[in-house]
């Protein structure tokens, strides 16, 4: 099955300063990359998403990069401010059918210094 | 977006006993859910694929017979932690993906049960 690896586990940058977030993932066959944001207590929310058509989405000051043949995908955050501050996790699927599954990676605790 | 509601969002029980969790798709139909296990500080693993009108499929490891999953209709999904022990206190978290033309498949949790097992 599908194994997601995530890295840096924790990640400490100052306010303004970009983080940058890798994952790598298992399954030649997974072709949806979601990244999702998670505040203590609360769901998941998604934040960003990219397929596997396309090496790169930006929405504003979030940006997202894929290397299929690496298997590696990135978050790229940019001036980054105290509300950036959460736990970021990267995820793999398959988006062949609406069944497909989510695995999500370990996570990375981003804090945002001021 | 769509939306995805779990009831209880908080339970404490007593170690034993069963509890019972429910995750609806409010404004969306969902033949499929996922239930996720989330325990402090860690990533959300998933535990099973809830099916609609069959057998839910769970993920290695899990203990189908202690937790039992029903999908009984298009919007609700069930999950059942039986005989309920400390260490299942955990955060549940079920998903949704809504199927759209394209091949999207995003997913939609729901807000989470805190479960604690005295």
């Known amino acids: 099955g599908e194994n997601v690896e995530q890295h840096p586990s924790t990640l400490s940058v100052q306010e303004g300063d970009s983080a940058v977030i890798k994952c790598t993932y298992s399954?030649?066959?997974?072709?949806?990359f979601p990244w999702y944001k998670q505040e203590l207590g609360k769901r998941p929310q998604l934040i960003i998403d990219?397929?596997?058509?396309?090496g790169e989405k930006k929405d504003q000051r979030i940006a997202v990069t894929l290397n299929k043949t690496a298997k590696h995908f990135s978050l790229h955050i940019t001036e980054t401010q105290p509300e950036d501050s959460a736990v970021y996790f990267c995820?793999?699927?398959?988006?062949?059918?609406?069944?497909?599954?989510?695995?999500f990676g370990s996570g990375t605790r981003l804090s945002i210094r001021p | 977006g769509a939306v995805v509601s779990q009831h209880p969002s908080r339970v404490i029980c007593k170690s034993g006993t069963s509890v019972k969790i429910e995750c609806r798709s409010l404004?969306?139909?969902?033949?499929?859910m996922f239930w996720y296990r989330q325990f402090p500080k860690k990533s959300l693993m998933l535990m099973a694929t809830?099916?609609?009108?069959?057998?839910?499929?769970?993920e290695q490891g899990v203990e189908k017979d202690k937790f039992l999953i029903n999908h009984a209709s298009l919007t609700l999904s069930t999950l059942t932690v039986t005989s309920a022990h400390p260490e299942d206190s955990s955060f549940y978290i079920c998903?949704?993906?809504?199927?759209?033309?394209?091949?999207?498949?995003?997913?939609?949790f729901g807000p989470g049960t805190r479960l604690t097992v005295l």
């Open positions: 998903s949704a993906p809504r199927w759209r033309s394209g091949s999207e498949n995003e997913q939609f």
């Open positions: 399954d030649s066959a997974s072709n949806y």
């Open positions: 990219i397929r596997s058509n396309v």
């Open positions: 995820a793999a699927s398959s988006a062949a059918s609406s069944a497909s599954k989510i695995i």
């Open positions: 404004d969306f139909q969902a033949t499929t």
């Open positions: 809830s099916n609609e009108g069959s057998k839910a499929t769970y």
